[in-house]
Every structure is written in C-alpha cells, then in structure tokens.
T-cell receptor, first 115, second 115 residues
Framework: EPEVTQTPSHQVTQMGQEVILRCVPI?????FYWYRQILGQKVEFLVS????????KSEIFDDQFSVERPDGSNFTLKIRSTKLEDSAMYFC?????????????FGSGTRLTVV | GENVEQHPSTLSVQEGDSAVIKCTYS??????FPWYKQELGKRPQLIID?????GEKKDQRIAVTLNKTAKHFSLHITETQPEDSAVYFC??????????????FGKGTLLTVNP
C-alpha cells in the first residue's frame, strides 16, 4: 500500500533555529497538507497546498512557517525561528483529489522538540 | 469555521463490551466525517468514514451513525478487544468548494479495553 514518508522521525533543535521537515507524498496525489499535534492534544490543521501554492492556512501558520514543493516528489515545512511552543508531532498528509476520501493518507510524523 | 466536540475524553470498557464515542460539529456545510485510530506515537489511521447522504455505515465490529439535523455523529465498536485500545479522533470537513478537504478534529477519546 502506498505510504506518505516523513523525515526525520525525530528532530531536536535549539530555540531560534530554523528547521525543515520533509515529506514525500504518494506519487499520484495532488493535494498536500501539514498538521501538527501537541502532546496529548488533538490534531490541528496547518496548511494545504495544491498546484504549487498554498490553498488554505490556519491561524497557527504564521509568518515563521513556510511550505515548498522543491521538486516533483518532496513537500517541505520550514519553521524559520523555532519557539518552545512549536514542540509537537508534525504530520504530513496527501490526497488524490479534493473529494476522494480514501486517498487522504497521513505520514508517520516528525516529532519536533525545541529546547 | 468548523468546531468539533468529542466525548468522552477517556473510556474504559471490559473486553467484549461495546464502546460508543460521540461527536458534534458546528458547520452545517460539513458533509464528510472520518474516524481515525491513533496508537501511541503512531500516525492517525482511518478506520471508517461516513458522508452526509448516509445515516449509518458498518464495517465488521465498527459502525458510525450520523444525525445531520442534530449535527452529531457517533462511533460504535462492538465486541471490543484489547487491541482496540488507542486514541480515537473524529473529524469533519465541508469537502466542497475551496475547502480542499481540510479536516477539523475532535480532541480525541482514549479507549482502554481491559482483558
């Protein structure tokens, strides 16, 4: 079964440093997403991306966040200057089409720890 | 925007008993309601979903019901087994127009099935 792949699985970074979280969506999928989950809390939408541009973003996704699809396979989330409260599990997801339920697949996540 | 409330936050049952988890949503435009199971440290995995044109859907021991008028939907697990122990999240999305299939999650229910 096709998977969404995320690297690294765990990243520790100093406060104020930049981090890049990487994702390889399923190859025929067109819509890409980032979600985050603070420990013990619910999964929260950050941003959706389609046709090489952001289609929607949440209030969490402020100026310190950016996303990019640098090539035909990778989808990255950059946090420019990390804060302690950015510590969370970050999930990438992709879907085949806007309305295709079973095409919505989450990656295994990157646990980001900001110290 | 959409707001999803989920109850209970924790649920403990004996093996073989049934478990019911309930969610309410606020946006009457929501028309797709997936349920995810998340084991500790792992990705959310879709276990069942329901669309607004259906009132009930069943898949073996798992069923979901939807009441659009009351804006609530429920997950029912029968004959629970220890391996059903996990956090369960409900979610909702309008899945139309420019929403790009953004999921709004409930806060999760920690289900513990005692042998």
């Amino acid at each position: 079964e096709p998977e969404v792949t995320q690297t690294p699985s765990h990243q520790v970074t100093q406060m104020g440093q930049e981090v890049i979280l990487r994702c390889v969506p399923i190859s025929n999928h067109l819509y890409f997403y980032w979600y985050r989950q603070i420990l013990g809390q619910k999964v929260e939408f950050l941003v959706s991306f389609y046709n090489n541009e952001i289609s929607e973003k949440s209030e969490i996704f402020d100026d310190q966040f950016s996303v990019e699809r640098p090539d035909g396979s990778n989808f990255t989330l950059k946090i420019r200057s990390t804060k302690l409260e950015d510590s969370a599990m970050y999930f990438c997801a992709s879907s085949e089409t806007q309305g295709k339920a079973h095409g919505y697949t989450f990656g295994s996540g990157t646990r980001l720890t900001v110290v | 925007g959409e707001n999803v409330e989920q109850h209970p936050s924790t649920l403990s049952v004996q093996e073989g008993d049934s478990a019911v988890i309930k969610c309410t949503y606020s946006d009457s435009a929501s028309n797709y309601f997936p349920w995810y199971k998340q084991e500790l440290g792992k990705r959310p995995q879709l276990i069942i979903d329901i669309r607004s044109n259906v009132g009930e859907k069943k898949d073996q021991r798992i069923a979901v019901t939807l009441n659009k008028t009351a804006k609530h939907f429920s997950l029912h697990i029968t004959e629970t087994q220890p391996e059903d122990s996990a956090v369960y999240f409900c979610a909702a999305t309008p899945n139309s127009g420019g929403s790009n299939y953004k999921l709004t999650f409930g806060k999760g229910t920690l289900l513990t099935v005692n042998p």
